[in-house]
């Protein structure tokens, strides 16, 4: 027997077992609505228009169009899930800190990591409560309204015009920013991520998870900063 006999035989056998195992299991097809539509399909020659075919192209469309968008849907909650796991994660490893400059330390280097970003700045008007910080600094008054106008997050492109003010040296080398107004007992101040990825902070965000982020940040700084 020749090769090609012994393909057609295989592939005959698994023909027979795929009619087998549709005779037991029709609810595989019906179940299905591309598949059916496929299975009922049916051609026609003599130029007339058959609606039922319209109407299953149709449904196959609308069938693949919602795969496309819970596949979509699914992905994105995954993200979703990530990415809440690491903002809970870098806030408990955050209240480990016992003073202020550990809480400077946790950010620049645990926080950074945890989050994926490469600079993490809180900048306090009128206050700078470290004389060594990396992460915690002082800032001029007003110059979280030159920053943020009247809002109270933004998310997007790092502007270079103040990039250098919000992330000193590293403010070259990033391109995305997200950056959260504070209120730190009377002292004006904000939160501010970057990243040299270009796409992870974009508007249009949700915010919620960082706004938990920067909350906590807040609150750990407040009691320690009239300490300092």
Request: proline share 2%.
């Amino acid at each position: 027997m020749s090769e090609h006999d012994n393909q057609t035989d295989a592939a005959a056998a698994d023909a027979d077992r795929i009619r087998d195992f549709l005779v037991a299991n029709p609810d595989f097809v019906r179940e299905d609505a591309e598949l059916f539509s496929l299975v009922i399909e049916t051609g026609r020659s003599d130029g007339a228009i058959d609606l039922g075919a319209a109407a299953r192209d149709k449904l196959r469309e609308e069938v693949r169009q919602l795969k496309s968008l819970n596949a979509s849907i699914v992905e994105t909650a995954r993200a979703n899930l990530a990415t809440q796991s690491q903002i809970h994660m870098a806030v408990l490893a955050l209240l480990e800190v016992d003073s202020l400059a550990g809480l400077d330390s946790k950010m620049s280097n645990r926080l950074t990591g945890a989050l994926g970003i490469d600079a993490c700045r809180v900048l306090i008007e009128g206050h700078a409560p470290l004389k060594d910080a990396e992460s915690i600094l002082g800032a001029a008054e007003g110059f979280v309204g030159d920053v943020l106008g009247d809002h109270v997050e933004l998310l997007g492109p790092v502007n270079p015009a103040n990039a250098h003010a919000l992330y000193g040296q590293q403010g070259a080398r990033v391109s995305s920013q997200a950056i959260v107004r504070l209120d730190f007992g009377g002292h004006d101040g904000l939160m501010a991520l970057a990243a040299r990825d270009a796409h992870l902070f974009q508007a249009g965000q949700g915010t919620e998870l960082l706004n938990f982020l920067a909350r906590a940040v807040e609150r750990m700084v407040v009691q320690w900063l009239h300490q300092n």
